[in-house]
């Protein structure tokens, strides 16, 4: 993969995990598929999780340390796995929301001052 | 998203657990997909899709499951590591599948890497510079050194002093000199036992504490001081029983009496391998004297001052070079009439053991691993073989997207794992043969190692170990390997499917004509040498040797009143010992005792020429054992006289040169020629010893089974040797020898008689004939496993050329067998072509045979070859042929089974 691949693909795969984080912070312990229901409803559609995205990136951040994964009941009824933040997570996500702000009012002036 | 350190370490270590137990389970995983994709579904019907849309369209959105496991797998696991795993794993099957395969690859491969760990391992030991005291790197020897000849020479007692005074770059500096004497108890047992006369610095450079009393003071080496001893941890436990009351008791070392001043705690043998300490008092001008037994190696064996010290702090080994030069050394001699020296400091065991700091042996330890191209070599005939045989196999994966890269590391791991559970087996070999190294090393030297010298394997073996097993794994994984599926990729995928696209190269070919012909040129000395060494093994000794003890006789040299007449201590020690004999004799279970040069059987060699050419067929002439006995010896060792007459006082006069030989020399003299009244002159080294000699007497051979030529001449009364070989026999037949009682007794009567006279290393013949047994079978079994592993690699090699030939004409053969060609006709043709590579081997290799025969017989069997044997080469060459045969059965068998139908389709 070329330099430019590897940092889309970093740029994208940390959204996608802050997008996670702070889904699963606002509605608390979730499984996947309500996860990636969520993250299409709020972006309009406009984010649609295959799985082949999903399950890695949440496996990625329960390696980090940031989702804990536990065996429970869905509202089916039936076994599903369930993603909880912990705290390292929430300061993970805090801190990601901070960089974030900060790169989004760095584009906004570069872009407001260009206009 | 940046994420903080630990939680990249977390993961790392996560996915390399994971790598080799996953966290989750597949089905876990599967149930978590299934989930999702029911949800997905339930969704779009409640939108008012149907059923069957539902399930599509949650497919399309999700995704495919497959994908998102393979994904998810990825995640889990470091990706390479997780597929080596899976070879490796995939490698141990194709091992346990493959037995026969595996146990011969392995079994060649571990021989080589065991001998290069070993002979490695050996190096680093005996060339080690490390020393397991407190700060050892800062402990370095001063010698004098003379740098014409690059050798060292003795230290003198004026350098000695001056450096102890004056050298500033040494915090401190000490000396020593090795003496072997009789320790004498108060019990009156007397042992010899190797003493250190030590400075009392020495101890302080060493640095460890005394576990009774003290070591050696200042105060002890003043001339008018009390002697005291230091006990060593293992003559304190074998000679007073450990007993803590030492401290005070009188001890006598050969006709001195010193006090017990002190005990060392175990395992503390400095200055390199000593029992035993003594005061060196500097004033006394004992450094000129040359020792009987050597301390250790050349340098500090030759002569006795060895002078050590430790570095004073900061200051490093050029410093103290510099500052030593600068110093010079005492004149000894007017200028220009001896050998310029010069002061040198260098690290301590190099000083100790004369080892010079070269390169060479390191080279040399890496050198070995060239021992593994043979059987690697062998191995990658094999594995490409395989190779071939898993084609299908391997189009399979192709066609799924795997890479050549991929198959190519396949492969490699699957030798790879191999090559590994050979370097066990090679490290756990090499650990015996180091054992094996370092018992005869002490065996030889009569006493233990140098205390730095650790024989356990060291980490630094089993890596070198591993790194060979990588090394083979490349050479008999990677090489063919890459040469296959490079053909793969010439000739294209389709061509897989079909059996006869590879090809065996001209290279492997080669390979296996070099190897028949390698066996065939290295069998015949092969079989000579392991028949040899078996037979020596097999009969007894006609007599039993556990009537027999033996032991070295020895007297002190006294180092510090140097008798300048040699005549006069040759001519006591023989007095000494005639006295000792005859006290012996008297012993009424006593049969007999012998005095001779040398042990039967390790008697030195001379190269005999016979003056008027007898053997005029041979070259040169013979290399034959030669001892010096007294007349007792022959019927001590039961020896009859078979032709001529017995040796007599008579024979010593000067110009009177008789000898007697054994039956095996004799034997070698032709059919009908007596060998009495040949003459016979030595030549080379021991060609001092007489001009010519005569033949008066043959007597039977010495039964240890080896059948050696051997010559006896007459032990002169005074011997100039101080050291000989006593061998009592005792008269109560059938009972075993008491070894230690006998000893015990030999020592009590000794000492009184002389306390310098040293009894050494006293064993019964039976156990010296055990050793050597076991020797033998180790040489023996050695041999044979190099035998088994040619002639399996040959037939591997045959087998597989054979294989790959029939598999090439399969169509031809189907074809031959469609238009009606016997069955005979077909195998012929096969085994007219087939074999042709096999006999190209057994000619160059007879050749080699017979090359081997002419110019290196007289070096390989100069001493155990009784006559030259015709029949072994072509013997060792039908074999070959037969083993090619055999080799042939199954591929002739599959040959003839070919149906002409499906050949010609495959057409």
């Not at chain 2, 998810?72 to 599948?97: E, H, I, Y």
């Not at chain 2, 790197?137 to 003795?154: F, M, N």
Request: net charge neutral; with cysteine.
């Amino acid at each position: 993969m070329s330099n430019e691949g590897n940092r889309r693909a970093e740029v994208l795969q940390g959204t996608l995990d802050l997008m996670i984080l702070q889904t699963v912070n606002t509605l608390g312990p979730q499984h996947g598929y309500a996860i990636a229901s969520r993250l299409e409803q709020v972006s309009g559609g406009a984010i649609q999780l295959n799985m082949g995205s999903l399950y890695p990136g949440l496996i990625r951040l329960e390696q980090g340390g940031y989702l804990k994964a536990e065996w429970g009941v869905s509202d089916s009824n039936r076994k599903a796995r369930f993603y909880r933040i912990t705290r390292a997570g929430k300061r993970q996500l805090a801190a990601g929301k901070k960089d974030w702000d900060r790169m989004v009012a760095i584009v906004a002036g570069l872009f407001g001052e260009a206009s | 998203m940046k994420r903080d350190p630990f939680a990249v370490l977390r993961e790392a270590l996560m996915r390399l657990a994971g790598t080799f137990r996953p966290s989750r389970s597949d089905a876990d995983m599967q149930d978590e997909l299934a989930h999702h994709l029911e949800l997905a579904e339930k969704e779009l019907r409640r939108r008012g899709h149907s059923p069957e849309q539902a399930r599509r369209l949650a497919r399309v959105h999700a995704g495919s499951e497959t994908q998102a496991m393979e994904t998810v797998r990825q995640q889990s696991s470091v990706p390479t590591l997780s597929s080596f795993w899976l070879d490796a794993k995939l490698g141990l099957r194709m091992l346990r599948k493959h037995w026969g395969l595996t146990l011969a690859c392995v079994l060649s491969m571990a021989a080589a890497i065991g001998i290069g760990a070993a002979f490695f391992d050996v190096i680093h030991t005996l060339t080690g510079t490390q020393l397991p005291l407190k700060d050892g790197d800062r402990i370095v020897v001063i010698q004098s050194w003379d740098p014409a000849s690059r050798k060292e020479q003795y230290s003198s007692t004026e350098d000695f002093l001056r450096w102890r005074e004056q050298l500033q770059s040494m915090a401190s500096v000490a000396a020593f000199a090795t003496v072997e004497r009789n320790l004498i108890t108060e019990d009156g047992r007397s042992v010899p036992t190797i003493a250190a006369q030590m400075t009392a610095a020495g101890f302080r450079i060493a640095g460890v504490d005394p576990l009774l009393g003290r070591f050696v003071i200042e105060e002890d080496e003043r001339q008018d001081a009390a002697p005291v001893v230091v006990l060593g941890h293992n003559v304190w436990q074998s000679r007073f029983g450990g007993d803590a009351a030492v401290l005070g008791r009188r001890v006598q070392f050969g006709d001195e009496f010193y006090t017990v001043a002190g005990v060392m705690p175990e395992d503390f043998i400095f200055p390199v391998s000593h029992d035993l300490w003594v005061p060196l008092r500097a004033g006394v001008a004992l450094s000129r004297q040359a020792l009987a037994e050597p301390v250790w190696g050349e340098a500090g064996g030759e002569f006795a001052l060895t002078v050590f010290g430790r570095l004073a702090s900061d200051v490093s080994l050029e410093r103290a070079n510099v500052e030593a030069a600068a110093k010079g050394l005492t004149k000894r001699a007017p200028t220009g009439s001896g050998p310029e020296l010069e002061p040198r400091v260098v690290p301590y065991t190099i000083g100790i053991t004369g080892n010079t700091d070269g390169w060479l042996p390191h080279v040399l330890g890496y050198a070995v691993a060239l021992l593994l191209i043979p059987p690697c070599a062998n191995i990658a005939v094999l594995i490409y073989a395989r190779i071939v045989t898993r084609q299908q196999e391997f189009a399979a994966r192709l066609a799924l997207g795997a890479s050549r890269g991929r198959i190519v590391s396949q492969i490699f791991t699957e030798v790879l794992v191999l090559a590994a559970v050979a370097a066990g087996v090679g490290l756990a070999l090499a650990s015996e043969a180091t054992a094996l190294v370092q018992s005869a090393q002490e065996q030889q030297i009569g006493r233990a190692l140098p205390f730095w010298m650790d024989f356990h394997l060291s980490p630094r073996t089993m890596f070198y170990a591993f790194g060979l097993a990588l090394v083979a794994a490349l050479i008999a994984g990677a090489i063919p390997a890459i040469r296959a599926t490079g053909r793969w990729n010439r000739s294209g995928l389709h061509a897989l499917g079909n059996r006869t696209s590879l090809r065996l190269g001209k290279v492997w070919i080669g390979i296996v004509v070099l190897q028949v012909a390698l066996s065939v040129a290295t069998l015949p000395a092969i079989v000579e040498a392991a028949w040899w060494t078996i037979r020596s093994g097999l009969p007894g000794p006609g007599f039993d040797p556990g009537e027999y003890l033996t032991a070295r006789l020895v007297m002190d040299r006294d180092a510090e009143t140097p008798s300048s007449d040699k005549r006069t201590s040759a001519e006591r020690f023989a007095a000494i010992r005639g006295e000792l004999i005859r006290e012996l004799e008297a012993d009424p279970s006593v049969a007999g005792v012998s005095v001779s040069q040398a042990l039967p059987g390790a008697e030195p060699l001379v190269f005999l020429e016979h003056v008027d050419h007898t053997f005029a067929s041979e070259a040169a002439g013979k290399w034959v054992r030669l001892n010096q006995t007294d007349q007792a010896f022959f019927e001590s060792y039961q020896m009859p006289l078979l032709a001529g007459r017995w040796l007599e006082p008579a024979d010593l006069a000067p110009g009177n040169t008789a000898v007697l030989i054994n039956r095996s020399y004799a034997e070698q003299f032709p059919l009908g020629q007596t060998p009495l009244g040949e003459q016979l002159r030595p030549t080379g080294r021991g060609s001092d010893l007489a001009a010519v000699w005569e033949v008066a007497g043959v007597v039977d051979d010495v039964f240890d089974g080896r059948n050696q030529m051997t010559m006896y001449r007459l032990l002169p009364p005074v011997p100039d040797s101080q050291v000989l070989s006593l061998n009592v026999r005792v008269a109560a037949r059938g009972s075993p020898l008491e070894t230690a009682s006998l000893s015990a007794r030999l020592r009590e009567i000794a000492a009184r008689l002389d306390p310098s006279m040293r009894i050494v290393q006293p064993r019964s013949l039976a156990s010296i004939y055990e050793d050597r047994r076991e020797q033998d079978y180790l040489n023996s079994s050695v041999i044979v496993g190099v035998v088994l592993g040619v002639v399996l690699f040959s037939m591997a090699g045959i087998y597989t050329i054979l294989s790959f030939t029939v598999a090439q004409r399969r169509q031809e053969i189907g074809i031959r067998a469609a238009l009606g060609a016997p069955p005979v006709r077909l195998v012929a043709s096969i085994f007219s072509r087939a074999m042709l590579p096999v006999g190209v081997g057994v000619l160059v290799g007879g050749l080699g045979a017979l090359g081997i025969e002419y110019f290196l017989s007289d070096v390989l069997f100069a001493t155990i070859r009784q006559d030259y044997r015709p029949w072994i080469l072509p013997a060792v060459e039908a074999f070959m042929l037969v083993l090619g045969v055999i080799a042939l059965a199954g591929p002739a068998r599959r040959a003839l089974q070919v149906d002409p139908v499906e050949a010609l389709k495959e057409s």
